[in-house]
Antibody, heavy 119, light 106 residues
Framework: QVQLQESGPGLVKPSQTLSLTCSVS??????????WSWIRQHPGKGLEWIGY???????DSNPSLKSRITISADTSKNEFSLRLSSVTAADTAVYYC???????????WGQGTLVTVSS | DIQMTQSPSSLSASVGDRVTITCRAS??????LSWYQQKPGKAPKLLIY???TLQSGVPSRFSGSGSATDFTLTISSLQPEDFATYYC?????????FGPGTKVDF
């Protein structure tokens, strides 16, 4: 069965770019009509949809973050990525990568990775 | 953005209780409604999608109902492993949005 694993720096300085990668195992990122999404959860808070990349390469993202977000997929490495620029303390959160067969269906989740924005 | 609200924000229950959580959308989302369960320190888990379809492996004591703007998650007989926080989510229009969560504890 497919498994997802987030990786990236746990600490990012303000104004820098947060970069996370989601490695996919047990299945091909281009092997089916799936949506590969990023979700975040601020400490002790609820869930926020960041955006997705479709297996075809098309993307969509949250307008509240759109100007700062890049979501992409690397089929050769079987992974997809999130880049969030100009981060502030408000971007401190646990970031999850997910997979779904429909845009908003988040059926498979990674374990999550905490990213702290601090100098 | 579509706003999702949930009630109650928390509830205390006992094993064997029937538990009902309500979710409301700020506009019609047809049947694009999912429910997730999250335990402390863990990733959320998809329980139900399209209002009432159980994700594979989810026990049948979980059920969902509703349409348009008003939805319900019911746990027919609460089990010890069901103590968690539950979130509803709309996937009708981006940005997909979640409710604030309902914490179910003792």
């Amino acid at each position: 069965q497919v498994q997802l694993q987030e990786s990236g720096p746990g600490l990012v300085k303000p104004s820098q770019t947060l970069s996370l990668t989601c490695s996919v195992s047990g299945g091909s990122i281009s092997g089916g009509a799936y949506y590969w999404s990023w979700i975040r959860q601020h400490p002790g808070k609820g869930l926020e949809w960041i955006g997705y990349v479709y297996y075809s390469g098309s993307t969509d993202s949250n307008p509240s973050l759109k100007s700062r977000i890049t979501i992409s997929a690397d089929t050769s490495k079987n992974e997809f990525s999130l880049r969030l620029s100009s981060v502030t303390a408000a971007d401190t959160a646990v970031y999850y990568c997910t997979r779904g067969s429909q845009p908003g269906w988040l059926g498979v989740w990674g374990q999550g990775t905490l990213v702290t924005v601090s100098s | 953005d579509i706003q999702m609200t949930q009630s109650p924000s928390s509830l205390s229950a006992s094993v064997g209780d029937r538990v009902t959580i309500t979710c409301r959308a700020s506009q019609s989302i047809k049947t694009y409604l999912s429910w997730y369960q999250q335990k402390p320190g863990k990733a959320p888990k998809l329980l139900i999608y399209t209002v009432s379809t159980l994700q594979s492996g989810v026990p049948s004591r979980f059920s969902g109902s509703g349409s348009a703007t008003d939805f319900t998650l019911t746990i027919s007989s609460l089990q010890p492993e069901d103590f968690a926080t539950y979130y509803c989510q709309q996937s009708y229009i981006t940005p997909f949005t979640f409710g604030p969560g309902t914490k179910v504890d003792f």
